[in-house]
């Protein structure tokens, strides 16, 4: 689980609470990745206390409620340790909701796809335009830089695939559950 361990190598910078934790991990990663939902980082903090990765002690405050501060425990250390000498593991298969917008209008022919395309393509433009704007207001040489960058060539082979449907649109019927393909309408 990345998120996990992504929390676990912020303990390992020391301890720390779930509101913290949650700015932390948002300033390293930058707004490219999206807000971290705080209910989520409680509920792997209580993940990874109920399996000893980090142990946990109250602090009071005098005008708030008490404070759970989290530590990194041994074991959380030897998981993240292990974790980062592991390759990524892709998930399996490939989701991608633009070829399900291609299977929907191959039912309308090979016009029906080139105007999908067309409005992805628009779309996937704009996106790089924002995302190079972005980098260009990074500071280089942190985490932040480097998820604007992946964001960015992500949007490129997302183009790349949208010109490629977009060159074969006539290529593609659809497909009835035995397999046998239809002829897309004209």
Same mark, same amino acid.
């Given at each position: ?6 929390? $676990? ?37 209580? =993940? ?15 005008? =708030?409620?008490? =404070? ?15 974790? $980062? ?38 779309? /996937? ?6 995302? /190079?704007?972005? /980098? /260009? ?25 949208? @010109?490629?449907? @977009?060159? =074969? ?18």
């Amino acid at each position: 689980m990345p998120l996990q361990h992504a929390v $676990l190598a912020l303990l390992a910078e020391g301890p720390s609470y779930g509101y913290e934790l949650k700015a932390n991990f948002e300033k390293a990663v930058g707004p490219q990745w999206g807000g971290l939902n705080i209910g989520h980082v409680y509920q792997i903090l209580d =993940r990874l206390h109920r399996d000893n990765m980090v142990s946990s002690h109250t602090v009071p405050q005098e005008s =708030r409620p008490d =404070r759970t501060v989290y530590l990194i425990t041994s074991a959380g250390r030897s998981d993240l340790d292990q974790w $980062l000498a592991k390759p990524t593991a892709r998930a399996s298969g490939y989701r991608d909701d633009f070829l399900l917008k291609v299977l929907a209008a191959a039912h309308r022919g090979p016009e029906a796809i080139r105007a999908v395309c067309r409005v992805e393509h628009e779309a /996937r433009q704009t996106d790089l335009q924002l995302l /190079r704007a972005s /980098r /260009r207001g990074q500071q280089s040489g942190t985490l932040a830089t480097l998820t604007v960058e992946a964001a960015i060539l992500h949007t490129q082979a997302d183009l790349k695939l949208v @010109e490629s449907v @977009e060159a =074969r649109a006539g290529e593609f019927g659809t497909t009835t559950a035995t397999g046998d393909a239809a002829q897309p309408a004209s």
